[in-house]
Structure formats: structure tokens, C-alpha cells
């Protein structure tokens, strides 16, 4: 494995409010670990959210026990995964509660790669053909709007495989998302006075599938 990471504070930020975390060495029981947080520069210190999550999110994979990878589906680690993030974010608005940050981690096990995302960071992979495919959601309303219009095709009775200039004009269309106004509009994430459950969005892929992974 080939690992590379950088964090930069962009043109519109005084400070950098993102957090990374990289690891091709074991992090406990795990054999790697992956976590980009974005601190939100619209809330106050985004970077508290984000250094909070990336450390607690750390720690926690450090302490896991052996069990928790045992399941073939890997749901065992969904649902731990997600009570963890829960507590994060309960502590955060406990303490900072007017920080928040989106977040995407990632783990590359023997023979799957396990996603985990809440908000609009996002994790790419390069496929066999050198495609760059998004393989989270984004939690705002543009991308739910889009998502569902395609997930309510996919269930109709009358679906059929779309053909190649329909997938094209489909693909184009998720694209133009990130011009359209209210895209910064996210529906979840960690912290921002978000009271109630965060749920989380996980994605698992087969380490086969791709060449490279980006977060």
C-alpha cells in the first residue's frame, strides 16, 4: 500500500479547521485506518469538531476488540461504528456546540474495505478501467433530491437498463449538483446543534474493485 495525505487551509479560511488521520500500520486490532473531518467554516471553530472526532475516532479503533471484525457482513462494526459516532457527537454538543464538521473515515481490511461518512466529505475509488466513482452520499438536499429520483426509477415497474447516453446524461447531471445554489445545505453532521440521532451512511467495497482509494 502506497499512502499519501496532505491538508491545506484553502482561500477563504484564516486557519484550517479540517482534521486527517492516515495509518498503513495496525491501529489496534485493525490494519489501517483512514479519517478525513472537515471542520464547517460557517459555524463557530469548526476545528474543534473536527480535531474531537478525529481523536476520539482514533482512540476508540485503538481499544476495539478482536470480536467486533469477526462477522463476515461486517454489520458488527457498522453498529459499533455508528454508536461511536453518536457519543461524538453528543460530547461535542455538550462542549463545543456551536462547532461542527462533516466526516469520512475508512478501513481496508484483508479481502473488504468498510466507509463510513456523515455529512458531504466524500471517498472516491479509481476502478479497474481508471474510473473515478463516489462511492458515499452527500447529505444535502441537491444530492437526496437526485439520489431519490434514481433510487424511485430503480424500484418502478416499468425500469429498464438505461442505455449508455441515459447513463451519461444521468452521471452529468450529479455533476452539475456542486453549481446549484443551497448544495452547502447539509441535512447531517457532527455538532452544529444537530440535536438527535446521527446516522451515519456506510459503504462496503470488495478491495478487488479498485485500484486506489480517495478520501
Known amino acids: 500500500m502506497k499512502l499519501f495525505s496532505k491538508t491545506d487551509v484553502g482561500k477563504r479560511r484564516e486557519i484550517n479547521e479540517d482534521y486527517i488521520y492516515t495509518s498503513d500500520k495496525p491501529v489496534g486490532n485493525l490494519p489501517n485506518l483512514f479519517i478525513v473531518a472537515d471542520g464547517m467554516g460557517g459555524t463557530v471553530d469548526g476545528d474543534k469538531a ?6 476520539q475516532m482514533v482512540s476508540w479503533f485503538e481499544s476495539l476488540p478482536t470480536e467486533i471484525f469477526e462477522d463476515k457482513n461486517g454489520k458488527n462494526l457498522e453498529t459499533e461504528w455508528s454508536k461511536k459516532l453518536n457519543q461524538i457527537n453528543e460530547r461535542i454538543l455538550a462542549t463545543e456546540p ?15 474495505t468498510t466507509v463510513a461518512s456523515v455529512g ?17 452520499v ?7 433530491a437526485f439520489k431519490k429520483k434514481w433510487d424511485d426509477y430503480m424500484k418502478s ?23 446549484k445554489r443551497g448544495n452547502n445545505q447539509i441535512t447531517r453532521c457532527l455538532g452544529a446543534r444537530k440535536e438527535g440521532p446521527v446516522q ?13 482509494l480517495m478520501l
Open 50 to 55: 473536527s480535531q474531537e472526532i478525529t481523536k
Open 98 to 112: 456551536d462547532s461542527g464538521s462533516t466526516y469520512v473515515g475508512a478501513i481496508v481490511g484483508e479481502n473488504f
Open 120 to 136: 458531504d466529505s466524500r471517498c472516491y475509488i479509481f476502478d479497474a478501467k481508471d474510473h473515478l466513482q463516489q462511492v458515499t
Open 138 to 144: 452527500d447529505d444535502n438536499l441537491g444530492f437526496l
Open 157 to 179: 415497474e416499468n425500469r429498464r437498463q438505461l442505455k449508455p447516453a441515459e447513463l451519461r446524461l444521468m452521471r452529468a447531471e450529479k455533476e452539475t449538483l456542486r453549481f
Open 200 to 212: 451515519a451512511s456506510f459503504t462496503r467495497l470488495k478491495n478487488e474493485s479498485y485500484k486506489a
